[in-house]
């Protein structure tokens, strides 16, 4: 069946560290794949998506690359913000219209 | 134009009892649907509503049912509450059920069973 595997949380960094969320998944077929952003006591906001094999999905300096052969789509930011603290959620999309999701991971940018 | 919203935004129940939760889809979009997010955990699927009809569902037992209205309002109904019932309901509207129509989410219905 899908499924999607997160990295476990929470990650700790500095503000204007690099940061990498990987994700990995497994589908029939060819999914597209979204990241999405939780903020406390919030719903769900797409941050990111990629429809197809080598797409970059890009949004506020977040970047994720759909690798079809590795079956990866790693989130990456150059320099995070305190605002950025957040859980992120990792996501496939198959024509079923539903989402699958990652478990999720908590990320906690300090001063 | 508005956002996907929904009510109320908490909700407290007994074991046993009914709850109807509801949403508003965003302007222009037919298809919704509903995930249940537990405590630490990503949203899980529960089913999705296109035209008023039922077109998708997951791992759902019978006691969780919705409706559609005419107008793409949804309501989520969980009869005989259980505690595992208590999560973060979301729903979210789409344009239509494709891949490449993104999901829309409102804010959650927080919902407690004691």
């Known amino acids: 069946g899908n499924s999607v595997t997160q990295m476990e949380g929470p990650v700790t960094l500095s503000e204007e560290a690099f940061l990498t969320i990987n994700c990995t998944y497994t589908?029939?077929?060819?999914?597209?794949l979204f990241w999405y952003v939780q903020y406390p006591g919030e719903g769900l906001q797409l941050l990111l998506k990629a429809t197809k094999a080598d797409d970059k999905g890009s949004n506020k300096g977040f970047e994720a690359t759909y690798r079809k052969e590795t079956t990866s789509f790693h989130l990456e930011k150059g320099s995070v913000q305190v605002s950025d603290s957040a859980v992120y959620f990792c996501a496939l999309r198959n024509q079923g219209g539903k989402l699958i999701f990652g478990q999720g991971t908590e990320l906690s940018v300090k001063p | 134009e508005t956002g996907v919203t929904q009510s109320p935004t908490h909700l407290i129940k007994t074991r046993g009892q009914q709850v109807t939760l509801r949403c508003s889809s965003q302007s222009g979009h037919n298809t919704v649907s509903w995930y249940q997010q537990a405590l630490g955990q990503g949203p899980q699927f529960i089913f999705q509503y296109y035209r008023e009809e039922e077109n998708g569902r997951g791992n759902f037992p019978p006691r969780f049912s919705g409706l559609q209205f005419p107008n793409y309002s949804s309501e989520l109904n969980v009869n005989a509450l259980e505690l595992d019932d208590s999560a973060l309901y979301l729903c979210?509207?789409?344009?239509?059920?494709?891949?490449?129509?993104?999901?829309?989410f409102g804010n959650g219905t927080r919902l407690t069973v004691t």
């Open positions: 979210a509207s789409s344009l239509v059920g494709g891949e490449d129509s993104p999901l829309h």
């Open positions: 589908a029939t077929g060819y999914p597209s």
